[in-house]
């Protein structure tokens, strides 16, 4: 399904595409970090787990998700929209074995 929505910017919000130019630019993993933890339903140990990553680490990036780049992750009803564009962008910018690898790390 992603292959066929390839470069549909359209479907991906603004909130998303400022987060990505972020990770670009400073290196930071804010997408994966949004894939995970809302493929992980919200789970912080399950997303800290996808990630290897320190709990607080993941905590800081959720909280700067939504203070700085104003992502509603406390809102259910736009995160079908949030993981569609954060999937379209990864997909884009890793290609499909990063949901490869992201499987493997949810299920080991």
């Excluded at 990036?61 to 999937?87: E, K, Y």
């Amino acid at each position: 399904m992603l292959k066929s929505i390839e470069g549909r910017s359209d479907l991906i919000a603004k909130e998303i595409q400022v987060l990505a130019a972020h990770d670009k630019e400073k290196g930071t993993q804010y997408c994966e970090t949004l894939y995970h933890y809302l493929t992980c339903c919200r789970s912080l140990v399950k997303t800290c787990d996808a990630l290897f990553t320190h709990r607080n680490t993941v905590l800081y990036r959720i909280r700067r998700m939504q203070d700085d780049f104003r992502i509603p992750l406390d809102d259910p009803a736009v995160h079908a929209d949030l993981l569609l564009g954060v999937s379209l962008l990864l997909f884009e910018e890793k290609g499909p074995d990063f949901f490869l690898s992201a499987v493997n790390k949810t299920t080991s």
